[in-house]
């Protein structure tokens, strides 16, 4: 189940990539930066199974990591860039 501030985000044009915390949290910063992404950073969400019958590292992920310390973890979402259209982009240049 997503949480409002996920839709809230996913509205506004933002994909959840993934979780992470350092040093590959910058790593991945960067590169989506460097591909022509917008980046935005979310504290992590602790998404507790509804199934009490799930126990650690099952099918829904393990969140033992991040209910420990939660403020280390961020999750990335990333968007096209507005400021530069593909048009602009040599890849796309005839």
């Known amino acids: ?31 989506y930066k460097s591909m022509g992404f917008e980046v935005h950073l979310e504290p992590v969400i602790i998404e507790k199974p509804t199934d009490e019958s799930i126990m650690g590292c099952a099918e829904k992920g393990c969140t033992a990591c991040f209910e420990k310390n939660p403020e280390r973890y961020k999750i990335i979402f990333t968007r096209p860039s507005k400021s530069k259209s593909n048009e602009d982009d040599d890849l796309w240049s005839e």
Not at 5 to 22: M, S, V, Y
């Open 1 to 31: 189940m997503k949480s409002d501030r996920i839709k809230e985000l996913e509205a506004q044009g933002w994909t959840r990539q993934f979780t992470a915390d350092e040093p590959r949290l910058s790593e991945a910063v960067n590169m």
